[in-house]
């Protein structure tokens, strides 16, 4: 097997929304710069994802210099947003932690409303630097996140991904497969790894760039979701449950913290630093 290289990274500019396939990128210490800045929040200012809008897969944001976003969907005229300024917060709740936020142009709420049929409004981050810490258990003193669900960067391997996808080929629902990298939702996906390879690993460096690998990534709804057509099936869930269950989390991937910044790109060498004596790569359970 050749030696393991960066395969693709992804940004998502607004979360949940459709991801934009990269050649490069900037790690910032709270993920990579432009990754889920802006988010959506109901008329409680609770977060909304695909859990509650799986069509927000089929809505794109195209990333803007500056922090900008450009919104589209199909058949749909586009609607640009600029950074709002921050002279006027809201708290709104992602998950089960509240962040500061600052609301986007009453234009972007209306797009985005008519969109989906529901009443949403879109919010930015604008300062990530000191707005939300990552989660005390897995993270140190200081270290903070964007609007990503709990950590500022989420790794994938393809080597893992074909061992998923052999898998549901042998499972109940073959016909679901095989399924593409896009329903995890990674913001880099290594290649030239053993399947599950990243189970086992503590520190890695993609280029330059020094990465912790903190914990597993457990998956939910969203990852049976297609999304070019925002359908939602069984798989990889019921595969997952079989072979990947870690009490009631179902885990494909794993969530990284940087320890480092700089400018990662698709073909940089992936070197593990670190490994977990404790955790071999653990293949199927």
Known sequence: MRSPVLGAVYIHPVKSLAAHAAGQAVVEPWGLAGD???????????????????????????????????????????????VPPSDRTVTAELHRSQVEVVPAAP??????????????????????SHRRPVDPQFGRPGETVSLADGFPLLLTARGSLDALNSLVAQGEHPHEGPLPMSRFRPNVVVEGTEAWA??????????EVVLRVVKPCG???????????????????????????????LLFGQNVIPESTGTIRVGDPVRVLDRRPDRAPAGTR
């Open 107 to 128: 234009e972007a709420d209306a797009w985005l409303a008519a969109r989906l049929g529901a009443e949403v409004r879109l919010v930015h981050l604008d300062a990530p």
């Open 219 to 249: 998956r939910c709804v969203i990852a049976t979701t297609d999304q070019r057509t925002a359908e939602r099936g069984r798989e990889p869930l019921r595969t997952l449950a079989l072979h990947r269950r870690e009490g009631k989390e």
């Open 198 to 207: 990243e189970d086992g690993w503590r520190r890695i460096a993609i280029g």
């Open 36 to 82: 889920r800045r802006w988010m959506l929040i109901d008329g409680e200012s609770r977060v909304v994802t695909q859990r509650q809008q799986p069509r927000m897969a089929t809505l794109s944001a195209e990333p803007l210099p500056g922090g900008g976003v450009v919104l589209s969907a199909p058949g749909c005229p586009a609607l640009t947003v600029r």
